[in-house]
T-cell receptor, first 114, second 111 residues
Framework: NAGVTQTPKFQVLKTGQSMTLQCAQD?????MSWYRQDPGMGLRLIHY???????DQGEVPNGYNVSRSTTEDFPLRLLSAAPSQTSVYFC?????????????FGPGTRLTVL | GQQVMQIPQYQHVQEGEDFTTYCNSS?????IQWYKQRPGGHPVFLIQ?????EVKKQKRLTFQFGEAKKNSSLHITATQTTDVGTYFC???????????FGRGTSLIVHP
């Protein structure tokens, strides 16, 4: 199993550009989520999904869109990039339900917005 | 709003010294999880505690969940350079399916 994969690893954007961060998992996990990590701020939840077709907002959703058309994939879209979105983005997945909800994280995408 | 708070933000220790990080929630948690993130890496799950007053050990690491299920701690005995990294606690707030993370404690071990 590849676990949780994220592409790209690094990305540089100009202000106003849009892009999609890809996330996929091959563990048949129900729950998937996107976090951003900034120095001293820990991991802040952007959006999450508890199953295909179901998404909800986290703590810092503004400027980001998500969709979950399949169990495996959970892309994160930046609609119009801003310098404040410079961050490291982690995708995570977990079984959900009554399982121990260990979050499995991907390797991250380092995004710089100029 | 509801929060998961973690202290200290940084901790420098000499190799061989002990280390403790503390986690506090504004509300009662159904469970608390701990993760470790090595520099440049991604968070990796260490453990989940569920029961009030629960204590679990993993070699030199001891995890505790408070009686009121609002606080937790991670204690490392005799730190080693391999313990370097940031330790996060995380718990589901307000009935959420997804855990809220504390800001983490960065452990720096000096040889």
């Amino acid at each position: 199993n590849a676990g949780v994969t994220q592409t790209p690893k690094f990305q540089v954007l100009k202000t106003g550009q849009s892009m999609t961060l890809q996330c996929a998992q091959d563990m048949n996990h129900e729950y998937m989520s996107w976090y951003r990590q900034d120095p001293g701020m820990g991991l802040r939840l952007i959006h999450y999904s508890v199953g295909a077709g179901i998404t909800d907002q986290g703590e810092v959703p503004n400027g980001y869109n998500v969709s979950r058309s399949t169990t495996e994939d959970f892309p994160l879209r930046l609609l119009s990039a801003a310098p404040s979105q410079t961050s490291v983005y982690f995708c995570a997945s977990s079984f959900g339900g009554n399982h121990i909800n260990e979050q499995f994280f991907g390797p991250g995408t380092r995004l710089t917005v100029l | 709003g509801q929060q998961v708070m973690q202290i200290p933000q940084y901790q420098h220790v000499q190799e061989g010294e002990d280390f403790t990080t503390y986690c506090n929630s504004s509300t009662t948690l159904s469970n608390i999880q701990w993760y470790k993130q090595r520099p440049g890496g991604h968070p990796v799950f260490l453990i989940q505690l569920v029961k009030s007053g629960e204590v679990k050990k993993q070699k030199r690491l001891t995890f505790q969940f408070g009686e009121a299920k609002k606080n937790s701690s991670l204690h490392i005995t005799a730190t080693q350079t391999t313990d370097v990294g940031t330790y996060f606690c995380a718990g589901p707030l307000g009935g959420s399916y997804i855990p809220t993370f504390g800001r983490g404690t960065s452990l720096i071990v000096h040889p």
